[in-house]
């Protein structure tokens, strides 16, 4: 049979939907497409690691000719543009491939995995919940075998890849331990109808099943065919187990600097640990290794401001590796939910910290604790924390890393003029976080684990304020006042912040005199930015002229609440940015980060204007907190 693209016809009973997925990426602090596929892809290729070996990972960019173009491509599109090309398809993708446009692609390969196990003709999932990572690869959604241990649970990573491509396609390649060699191809199109037949969007590489017409199987018999695939896209796999993902069509945001950047800010760690090596390999050939040997010569040919924020997040990482002991912490007192008290941090321990931050060297901490599943007995777990005094981090910083994931969007208390990691690796803490991950692994959520777990939510918070509260600690415990720890409850004056003012104050002499007159000169701040209430919204404005813009602001938005923090008590179903109405604008700024009432903007030039509107200003109050992040990279939100 022929090895071709198959759409099945819709019939009675079919649930007609619409894949929601790629909305969800798009909005979930995922910053660009080439990040999402090194986060999601290498994740993934860390799960599969066989026999704890060191993983490594190819990505390539590459193109074809013309020539090669117009010979080779209509191969492995063959019953594909019947479907793609129909208006209600093709009208709803954003920028199809014209004609006369260059072919890029990606390939995504790992070795030292295991590939994709499992029956390739199930098409349903198993009944007693036998694994099989073909079927959830190619024929599911939102299904994952993954449990504890692993580092990621939803079952969506293959669809990054996907809507990275520009006709949503992907091809799959896998050797597994058997020796078999298999390749199937995925793509997520629309509902549509063609020759006045009703199809549905899903759509497989493959040949059909003697069996059932309906099923599609891997291409796994002819050799030929493989063999010419493996050449036409560059693929390097011999004889090693694993998987390589093409991506046919590329988008022309997923260039090999962004790919290389990405792998720098997410993957550092178990690059550093001999966990992981990553290679890439750009149109011409141009071979770049990422490894623990290479990394520290690979961000010194980064552009200035990533190299500059990321050497001392590498330096760090480094030191914290070659710091076998630990000062021990006592677990929380408290029997149900963890809580945070001066005990945690014994006398001894807290003098020998601030000793260690004073001096500039490392403090390296071990944090015991306890989580516990509901109906399951409590199980002792821990993570490290790693502290270092830096000045230059006005407002800290503070990396989060589960088993070698950097988790992005975790907001704890400011900790200005500290550099921190913390790390958890494999074990029932590690399993927890992983469970409370939203698909995308930027952010831990409470929600997500309140069913499962015991007092979840005070876990989490006990994890996320570890290094804010330990210093609090540290601080009340000195006689004198620590401002560099504390920085961020005082606002101080900085160096970039200039002008004076000379105010006149009266002394009288004690003898009945005239009075003098004393001159004291006092600051005048200019003012980097403006916030002004504008009709249902605000407005926030270029400051004073003679003010150093801003690089990035950090934007909270937030109705009025009796008690407590409006922020802290934000609820979604108030409002939504960039949803609902909510309409966001920019002018000498660009967004680089948003969720739900939150955002990060780019400043790009010195007269800059950003204004949010459709609240309900006539019957709420809005609360607005803008932040100024210079010592950010924009889009680098793992530092």
């Known amino acids: 049979m022929s090895i071709s693209w198959h759409f099945n016809e819709a019939g009675p009973g079919d649930r007609a939907r619409e894949s929601q997925v790629e909305k969800f990426f798009n909005s979930d602090a995922v910053a660009n497409r080439a990040n999402a596929i090194v986060r999601e892809g290498i994740q993934n290729s860390l799960d599969a690691a066989e026999n704890a070996q060191v993983v490594r990972v190819r990505i390539s960019v590459g193109a074809w000719s013309a020539m090669k173009r ?25 920028a199809p491939p014209r004609p006369d446009e260059p072919f890029r692609y990606l390939v995504f390969e790992d070795f030292g995995t295991s590939g994709l196990k499992g029956d390739t003709a199930q098409w349903w999932p198993d009944e007693q919940g036998v694994a099989n990572p073909f079927f959830n690869y190619f024929r ?3 299904i994952s075998d993954k449990t504890d241990g692993s580092r990621g649970r939803h079952g969506v990573g293959r669809l990054v890849f996907m809507f990275a491509s520009r006709i949503r396609s992907i091809f799959g390649l896998t050797r597994r331990g058997d020796g078999d060699e298999l390749l199937m191809g995925t793509s997520v199109l629309r509902n549509h109808w063609l020759n006045q037949k009703p199809f549905l969007p899903d759509g497989w590489f493959g040949i059909r099943s003697a069996e059932d017409p309906r099923l599609t199987l891997p291409v796994q018999s002819d050799s030929g065919f493989l063999a010419e695939f493996k050449t036409d896209f560059g693929i390097s796999r011999g004889d090693q187990n694993g998987l390589s993902v093409v991506v046919p069509w590329l988008n022309d945001d997923v260039t090999v600097p962004e790919i290389v950047k990405a792998v720098l800010i997410g993957y550092f760690h178990p690059i550093l640990r001999r966990k992981l090596t990553v290679e890439v390999v750009d149109e011409t050939g141009s071979l770049l290794v990422i490894d623990a040997d290479t990394i520290k010569t690979v961000i010194d040919m980064q552009p200035t401001e990533l190299a500059a924020a990321l050497k001392p997040v590498l330096s760090l990482a480094e030191a914290s590796l070659n710091q076998s002991e630990r000062l021990m912490l006592a677990p929380p007192t408290a029997a149900n939910a963890p809580k945070w008290s001066k005990d945690c941090v014994p006398e001894d321990v807290r003098e020998q910290i601030h000793s260690k931050l004073e001096a500039g060297a490392l403090a390296a901490l071990r944090v015991p604790m306890q989580c516990r599943q509901k109906g399951k007995p409590a199980i002792d777990c821990q993570f490290d924390i790693f502290l270092q005094r830096d000045s230059s981090v006005t407002d800290g910083q503070i990396i989060y890393i589960r088993e070698g994931i950097i988790i992005t969007d975790v907001r704890p208390r400011r900790t200005s003029g500290i550099r921190a990691l913390v790390v958890i690796d494999e074990g029932p803490l590690a399993s927890f976080l992983g469970d409370s991950e939203n698909p995308s692994h930027t952010r831990w959520e409470k929600e997500s684990v309140r069913d499962k777990y015991v007092y979840a939510p005070a876990h989490l918070d006990y994890v996320v304020q570890s290094v804010p509260t330990i210093l609090s600690i540290i601080s009340e415990q000195q006689k004198r006042p620590d401002t560099s720890l504390l920085l961020d409850l005082f606002s101080l004056p900085t160096e970039l912040e200039t002008g004076s003012k ?14 003098e007159t004393e001159e004291i000169d006092i600051p005048v701040i200019p003012r980097r930015f403006i916030v002004d209430k504008i009709a249902h919204g605000f407005a926030i404005r270029s400051g ?15 109705y009025g609440v009796r008690r407590g923090s409006p922020f802290t008590k934000y609820n979604a179903a108030d409002f939504r940015l960039g949803l609902g109405g909510i309409e966001c604008k920019f002018r000498g700024a660009q967004l680089s980060d948003f969720a739900d009432n939150w955002m990060r903007v780019e400043v790009t030039e010195d007269n800059f204007e950003i204004t949010v509107t459709g609240f309900d200003t006539d019957n709420r109050d809005l609360h607005v907190d803008v932040r100024i992040r210079d010592t950010e990279v924009a889009d680098a939100t793992a530092l």
């Open 70 to 94: 117009a010979d080779r491509l209509d191969r492995y599109l063959a019953g594909f543009h019947d479907h793609f090309d129909v208006p209600t398809v093709r009208n709803k993708i954003v």
């Open 502 to 515: 000379t105010k006149q104050k009266q002394h009288k002499k004690k003898d009945g005199g005239e009075t």
């Open 544 to 558: 004073d002229p003679e003010a150093q813009r801003p690089l990035i602001l950090a934007i909270k938005v937030a």
């Open 140 to 142: 599911a959604e939102g």
